[in-house]
């Protein structure tokens, strides 16, 4: 396994601290965030994160690369 660094923030955090707002994740995750995780490849990294970050909860990748 490689390890890999994810770039992720949450849009709905983003938008709530732009309008005065709060939401249920810290503001801290209105900018990106850089995550190391140990998958197969890319595809495999952004499974592993996307399950513990996942989209419908307003997580966004940035990016992903080796580590």
């Excluded at 660094?5 to 900018?31: F, H």
């Excluded at 990106?32 to 909860?57: C, G, H, N, Q, W």
Aim: charged letters at 35%.
């Amino acid at each position: 396994m490689a390890l890999y660094e994810v770039e992720i923030y949450n849009e709905l955090v983003k938008r709530a601290v732009n309008s005065g707002e709060t939401s249920q994740y810290s503001d801290e995750w209105a900018d990106t965030r850089y995550i190391e995780v140990s998958a197969r490849d890319e595809m495999d990294a952004r499974r592993k994160i996307l399950s513990k970050y996942p989209k419908d909860r307003g997580f966004v990748i940035r990016g992903i690369s080796p580590a």
